[in-house]
């Protein structure tokens, strides 16, 4: 290793950028579902090690200079993997979308990859000789990661602190770092074999020593998810009993007028399914759940399947489904001009609408276009259909529906957002995500999707109902364990009961104040190693 290390230090010009790119591609094996966390301690080793050869550069040179090219080159190989989902959806609508899609992916993990750089940088603004540096290579990753996680309507996917929640054990740390936090510890503990190699003056026991605190770490955060999970008992709810439906329905043929009656019936089909001889069926549900635009156009387009859905609901049942919602178009305009919002939607045994969301966190191309002239000049659109794109809603509260507890509605990625779940967090008792990764099926996208939203559940301390189209549909109690589960390309019905929220978890309490932290003290101690290694190289000192 000491060959590899040495190698990593002196490379130049492209064979830098070229290890610094494979590298990332190897740490991304650590993200969901993979969680191959021994890459990350490789990729991230080769990273200190190329940084360690990094040439320091003095004004604005230093920001944009090796370290940020080094940074840079290991993010677009990091996220060309741990992205590659996004290809999926290209396939869709085929024709000239799927010919883009190679640039459109690696573009886009280009433009991410920007973040890692200036991480980087920043953090070789605090690089000494010692172990301690590793702490700051930590602290700038972390604050990347945060950055693009709020930054230009934020994309916060494969944080690295992702790496750390393979199990429900490790997840419990989250209750109290959120992922942020989780990110700066998963970085640092990660780093450690670079402080082993190469073989220097250093005794093997003084070169050895961050490695095995790393691995003390990594153990003490499994003791204290187990620990957790054998203390927290958990009480199920007693007012409400779910059905949650995952169609399976071909994303090609979703948004097709001809194929309208066709998917509501078995949509319908399925919600009435009776699994064995003493299923009752939809009698004594309280709750029917479809996903994420399971209802591909405006009810106000179709009141025959607004019928239908009633003579289905047996008196007291409330289906909750995602569809369009057609806005309101002020007197004299034009209903072209009426905005559309990716909604969820309470419809009882009456066949009314008697409660609404409207998702407030839109996906940048896949909802609507930025800026959307130059776009469509190209012949480039959003994948969603509408062709005005569809709007946000004007804030997320808790969904307020009869004889419902409060919920907390995220639909599709508006689960993703660590920390940044809004003040009706507070007021709900349980997450609903509904979505639709039908766009990504066949790729690790689905699976992905479901363990970040599954973390929410772990942060927050409530259980989370997800109900996808095709994969993920599960419930997930509020310490992040499976209790029902319906895989990718599978078609059917889980009966579920949540539990009841926890008390407020200290991240729930406290948010991105212990993430602050860590990263405060991390540049700190990094910091002083620096300046104290300056001052002594100033005055002919040894190295520390």
Not at 178 to 197: E, Q
Not at 214 to 225: D, F, N, R, S
Not at 254 to 283: F, H
Not at 476 to 505: F, K, M
Request: aromatic letters at 12%; a neutral charge.
């Amino acid at each position: 290793m000491t060959w590899l290390a040495e190698t990593c230090m002196l490379a130049h010009g492209w064979r830098r950028l070229l290890m610094a790119f494979v590298a990332g591609l190897v740490a991304a094996l650590s993200v969901p579902p993979f969680f191959v966390l021994p890459a990350l301690f490789a990729g991230i080793s080769v990273l200190v090690w190329l940084l360690d050869g990094a040439e320091s550069r003095q004004g604005f040179a230093r920001v944009l200079g090796p370290a940020f090219r080094i940074g840079f080159f290991f993010g677009w190989g990091y996220f060309t993997l741990a992205l590659n989902w996004i290809g999926a959806a290209f396939f869709v609508d085929g024709g000239a979308m799927l010919a883009l899609m190679p640039f459109a992916v690696l573009a886009l993990a280009a433009i991410l990859a920007a973040f890692v750089g200036l991480g980087t940088a920043f953090a070789h603004l605090f690089w000494s000789h010692g172990p301690w540096r590793i702490l700051g290579l930590a602290a700038g990753l972390a604050l990347a990661d945060f950055a693009r996680g709020h930054l230009f309507s934020g994309f916060p996917f494969d944080v690295f602190g992702y790496a750390l929640t393979a199990n429900a054990q490790m997840m419990q740390l989250a209750s109290i770092l959120g992922v942020y936090g989780l990110g700066v510890v998963a970085v640092a503990i990660a780093a450690t074999p670079a402080l082993i190699w190469p073989a220097d003056r250093r005794t093997l026991s003084a070169r050895l020593s961050p490695f095995f605190l790393g691995l003390v770490a990594l153990a003490a955060q499994i003791g204290y998810g187990q620990y957790r999970l054998e203390s927290t008992p958990l009480k199920p709810r007693t007012d409400i009993r779910m059905r949650l439906v995952q169609p399976d329905i071909d994303q090609s043929a979703k948004w097709q007028t001809a194929n309208r009656d066709g998917i509501v019936q078995q949509l319908i089909t399925l919600s009435e399914t009776r699994t064995g001889p003493k299923d009752p069926g939809l009698i004594g549900r309280t709750h029917l759940v479809w996903p994420e635009a399971a209802l591909p156009f405006y009810l106000s387009e179709d009141p025959d399947a607004l019928a239908r859905i009633a003579r289905m609901l047996p008196a007291g049942t409330l289906l909750l489904t995602g569809a369009p919602r057609e806005g309101f178009v002020p007197e004299g305009d034009s209903p072209a001009a009426a905005p559309g919002y990716n909604s969820i939607l309470a419809i009882d045994h009456l066949g009314e609408v008697v409660a609404s969301y409207d998702k407030t966190h839109l996906v940048p191309f896949g909802e609507y276009l930025p800026f959307a002239p130059v776009f469509r000049s190209l012949g480039i659109s959003q994948f969603v259909p509408g062709a005005n794109g569809w709007a946000a809603g004007d804030m997320r509260r808790p969904f307020d529906a009869p004889d419902t507890p409060p919920f907390l509605p995220l639909i599709c990625y508006e689960a993703i957002f660590s920390g940044d779940l809004g003040s009706a967090a507070d007021q709900s008792q349980f997450i609903l995500n509904v979505t639709n990764d039908a766009w990504f099926d066949g790729s690790i996208g689905p699976a992905q999707h479901f363990h970040h939203a599954r973390l929410r559940a772990v942060e927050e301390g409530m259980p989370l109902v997800r109900v996808a189209n095709t994969g993920v549909t599960a419930l997930v109690d509020p310490l992040g364990r499976i209790e029902a589960r319906l895989g990718e390309g599978q078609a059917g019905v889980l009966d579920v009961v949540p539990d009841q929220r926890l008390g407020p978890t200290l991240f729930d309490r406290l948010g991105h104040w212990p993430f602050a932290a860590l990263t405060l003290l991390s540049l700190l101690l990094a910091g002083l190693a620096a300046r104290r290694e300056q001052h002594g190289a100033r005055s002919g000192g040894a190295r520390i």
